[in-house]
């Protein structure tokens, strides 16, 4: 059951998502009235980890966090541990990992084939609309190519514009580039540059217009992604230079090769100074597409069975992105605004789609809420929602972030008491 | 139910009908998997209704953007540009185990941004190597600029420009000139606008009522040569292409068959070792391979290199001597240096430190199922994955690929051998349907190691027979007699066209295709066909020279 394609959808779908700097621009406000406390904007994350976690490595009885997750105990009055949510809306799709992922924020239905995954909108990108924003959607170095008959975006995609995945950055040097054009040293262009780049762009506009009207639908969906896109650099040129943010990069221009480490940790800066600077207000980060081993053999040890050593190497893997999550977090503390700072002004979620990783668990995913979503959230807790739908708190997301439903992927029932 | 009968259609593609409804899940038994496997020609069916006397429906292949391997090949052959621009592009979509697979290549803004980028960075380098064979003459009159600009449109566009393009293309270099540009800026600009243009970026087929499934085309002689070119090279049509299509010789039997030969000897056919059958092998996941350094220390950066080499060349040997597929599985030979000769305990006193050809002939090994790039690629760190042999063999050389598993699968028993949990997983009615097919392929390939070192005894000491199985009942032992089993196995012939014809075409096949693919592997696979009578085949074939309308259909 293809969705026929809106034009808007398009628009959405083309990557407008990415092209911040000049349409947030548009916005009164910049990052340094942010810094003085003034309407600073609630901002809404999503920080994904792939394939599960091993059974009882997230025992919250003690005061003391267990293993995996005492990176983050001196931030523990920052957070709250949601336990025991299951992940139905990805209980009838096939395959142990994909739908996990790619269910964690949607409702379903979902359809995926080799060519093809088609899925509903995710909670990040109807956030995102119901603001007039646009949503920042990141994600790990690594593509996921076809398997078990499925395309590759299956596996590696967690915002969803519906019915395509969202266009995702995957290189901090483009994120980088987006965020602050020509890293914010490279001289304005010329009326001169200019006039050259417009005539180049308008030969393919004709070119392209004059085509399509003989063209078979999937072609034209093609043509339109191209016109679309020509359209976003049309506007991008013809940008008054004083519409340009002010708020530079803090560090150089990333490389185009790094490492999963350092690919990880340059991803969180750039979303720390995006957000900061009124880039972005929602950004959804997929860390390492599901079945992923981008850091040390995280899939190939989440099957903990294979090995008397897997079970500990799992919780190291998975303890490492607790630490990244708590840099993170630490990260988003340091930039003050007013009298609080972005943790305090934001909603982020850290989770995964999985619970137990060797058996592709549905039930008691380990998610964690953090922030204050400006006074909505009271962190510090630890609540255990046995059995009760990971949906609950997507649509508990959707209202603290001011969005009009009262259901949500067959939810009617938000948590009241985070 | 419905949405989820739909989200695995594409199993009916894989399995067969009766799957559809039954899956490979809970309680399902594993004789009626086992029959539509051995009756099953592979993924595809043919149509209820249909015969194989009257395949009418050619497909259609959606307007294909240039890939990142095709973009640089292409400014590489136009201009003698080698500076890959294309390297920093956004990656592609994969489909179908290949990633020029056009209903998945997408364009979005930062793809775009980039197209400009290149366009002009390629500009340039094209006019610091090639500026003289651009620059034809040197007047500002209309008459030169247009001699300059018609040829130059030919080779980008892949066909002649109409009067009305090289009109606008005329207007952009008079826009330039009047923002104060010299001839040469002009021209630099015309050429950045045909390279950022949908007539660059995109192949398509024009068709007379494109939305209309029912009326189908020959592709144009142009059309024809690109298809043939992106096939072969993944790169633009070379000058002698160009002009056959010119001079309406292409469809011509003998002009395309010393083509088709022309090409194949080329160096630029490189490209079907490099995207073709490095795709279709996998050969990309040997990257994310991990063998674990405490047991198999002797595993290094080095020997993994190694190991893709020799699957690589295994592979250029077949094409470049023009061998039968049938090689594939049933080879005598490989291509090693010294260290693989070690790895593989190879009985080799020469000594040479290049890779060289060696015969096989006394080890255990045969063909691609002895190499360890593929043992490797289908291990876990520690140890031979039996499930993931299996389906690497049911997936990439029979197209029979089961669905995946169901979710909420129960722990399996850590203390236990490789062996014994496929025995579990053998014994358990809701793994069984699928996994009586799996397994017992994977379990004739475990006396190959995690890195592809033959063993007699598994870890715990037990010895290993390599006995396996296939559902209809034929045995064997060890990798040797499978690649036997395998090359006499009907399904090995189709999976071999249907791997090439959907990398020729760029496009998934259907139902309907298979008719096309059981007329050509009757008669263009085998021990006896050279590699070269498929890829004829294929060209010859009306999915490859024809294209219907679109009207919604798949």
């Known amino acids: ?418 | 139910m419905r949405q989820i009968i739909k989200q695995f259609t594409h199993v009916v593609f894989q399995i067969g009908a009766v799957l559809l409804l039954i899956g490979c899940g809970g309680g399902f038994k594993s004789t009626k998997y086992q029959s539509m496997v051995i009756n099953s020609t592979g993924d595809l069916e043919i149509p209820l209704g249909k015969t194989c006397e009257t395949p009418s429906d050619v497909g259609r292949v959606t307007m294909h953007r240039l890939n990142r391997s095709e973009y640089n090949n292409t400014v590489r052959d136009l201009f003698g540009v080698t500076s890959r621009p294309a390297d920093s592009f956004p990656e592609d979509g994969f489909a179908e185990d290949f990633n020029n697979n056009a209903d998945v290549l997408f364009l979005n803004f930062p793809l775009l941004e980039k197209y400009f980028e290149a366009a002009e960075q390629v500009t340039l380098q094209a006019f610091q190597v090639n500026r003289s064979s651009i620059m034809t003459c040197s007047s500002t009159s209309d008459s030169c600029i247009k001699s300059i600009l018609t040829p130059l449109a030919l080779k980008v566009f892949r066909r002649p420009a109409s009067g009305g393009e090289i009109d606008r293309l005329m207007g952009v270099v008079q826009e330039a000139r009047s923002l104060g540009a010299s001839l040469d800026k002009g021209i630099q600009q015309a050429l950045q606008a045909m390279l950022v243009s949908p007539h660059f970026l995109f192949r398509r087929v024009i068709h007379p009522s494109p939305d209309q499934a029912s009326v189908k085309v020959s592709l144009n002689q142009y059309e024809l040569a690109s298809r043939l070119s992106y096939f072969l090279w993944s790169s633009t049509p070379d000058t002698e292409l160009l002009n056959l299509a010119a001079q309406n010789q292409l469809k011509n039997p003998s002009v395309l068959k010393a083509q088709v030969k022309r090409m194949l000897n080329s160096p630029k056919s490189q490209t079907l070792i490099d995207n073709f059958s490095s795709q279709w092998l996998q050969l990309a996941k040997l990257d994310q391979s991990h063998p674990d350094s405490n047991k198999f220390p002797q595993f290094t950066e080095a020997l993994k290199h190694d190991m893709v080499t020799e699957t690589k060349m295994f592979m250029k040997n077949i094409f470049d001597e023009d061998l039968s597929l049938n090689d594939l599985v049933m080879a005598n030979y490989t291509f090693a240096n010294q260290r693989l000769i070690n790895h593989y305990g190879i009985n080799d006193s020469s000594s040479v430190q290049n890779f060289k050809k060696v015969s096989t002939a006394d080890t255990n090994r045969k063909g691609i199922l002895g190499q360890a790039s593929i043992l490797t690629l289908t291990s876990h760190p520690k140890d031979a994955s039996i499930v993931h042999r299996g389906k690497w063999v049911l997936k990439n050389l029979l197209c029979n690929l089961p669905p995946p598993p169901p979710a909420n699968i129960p722990p399996a028993d850590m203390t236990m051998t490789e062996t014994e949990r496929s025995q579990q997983r053998m014994s358990n009615p809701a793994c069984v349907g699928c996994h009586a097919v799996i397994d017992p392929i994977g379990t004739g390939l475990q006396t190959l190691d995690a890195i592809g070192q033959w063993r007699d005894q598994d870890d715990s000491g037990k010895a290993l027979d390599g006995l396996g199985s296939f559902p209809d009942g034929r045995q064997f032992r060890g990798p040797k007699e499978l690649a036997s089993v395998i090359a006499s196995d009907p399904r090995f012939k189709t999976c071999m066209v249907k791997k090439m014809l959907t990398y020729a075409l760029g496009r998934e096949l259907k139902n309907y295709d298979q008719c096309t693919v059981n007329k050509i592997a009757a008669t263009s696979v085998g021990s006896q066909v050279p590699v070269s009578g498929l890829i004829e085949s294929i060209v010859n074939s009306p999915l490859f020279q024809e294209q219907r309308g679109d009207g919604g259909q798949p």
């Open chain 1, 1 to 418: 059951m293809k969705k026929k394609l809106s034009r808007r959808s398009f628009i959405r779908g083309a990557g407008i998502t990415i092209a911040l700097p000049y349409l947030e621009s548009l916005l009164p406000l910049s990052a340094k009235a942010y810094a003085q406390g003034i309407n600073a904007p609630l901002r809404f994350i999503v920080l994904y980890k792939p394939n599960g976690e091993y059974p009882g490595s997230w025992d919250l009885s003690s005061s003391t966090l267990p293993y995996v997750l005492s990176p983050l105990q001196s931030l523990k009055s920052e957070i709250t541990f949601v336990t025991g949510l299951r992940n139905r809306v990805s209980e009838p799709y096939a395959d142990g990992h994909a739908p996990r992922l790619s269910c964690f924020l949607t409702e379903g239905p979902l359809t995926a084939s080799t060519s093809q995954v088609s899925n509903s909108r995710s909670i990040d990108q109807i956030i995102a609309s119901a603001k007039g924003v646009e949503a920042l959607t990141l994600s790990g170095p690594y593509e996921y190519g076809t398997d078990n008959g499925f395309n590759g975006e299956y596996f590696s995609s967690l915002s969803w514009m519906g019915p395509r995945a969202a266009p995702k950055i995957k290189s901090p040097r483009i994120l980088f580039d987006q965020l602050f054009s020509s890293g914010g040293s490279a001289p304005a262009p010329t009326a001169l540059t200019k006039a050259y780049k417009k005539s180049v762009l308008d030969f393919a506009k004709d070119e392209a217009q004059r085509t399509i009207s003989s063209l078979g639908k999937n072609d034209r969906e093609k043509m339109d992604e191209y016109l679309t896109s020509l359209r976003e650099l049309e506007v991008k040129i013809n940008a008054h230079e004083g519409d340009v943010i002010q708020c530079q990069a803090d560090t150089g221009r990333p490389a185009d090769n790094n490492t999963f480490e350092n690919h990880t940790k340059l991803m969180m800066d750039l979303l720390v100074r995006a957000l900061q600077c009124g880039h972005t207000q929602i950004a959804s980060y997929l860390l390492d597409v599901e079945v992923g081993n981008g850091y040390r053999r995280h899939h190939s040890v989440s099957h903990y069975t294979g090995d008397s050593s897997y079970p500990q190497q799992y919780m190291d893997v998975n303890r490492w992105y607790i630490g990244q999550f708590a840099d993170f977090l630490n990260k988003m503390k340091a930039v003050k605004e007013g009298d609080g700072d972005l943790l305090s002004n934001s909603m982020i979620i850290y989770g995964n789609g999985i619970g137990n990783g060797d058996a592709h668990d549905t039930r008691n995913l380990g998610i964690i809420v953090a922030g204050k979503a400006q006074g909505q959230l009271t962190p510090g807790r630890i609540l255990n929602k046995s059995g009760q739908p990971l949906s609950s708190l997507m649509l508990t997301s959707l209202q603290k972030m001011g969005v009009n439903r009262n259901s949500f992927g067959g939810s009617s029932n938000p948590i009241t008491d985070l």
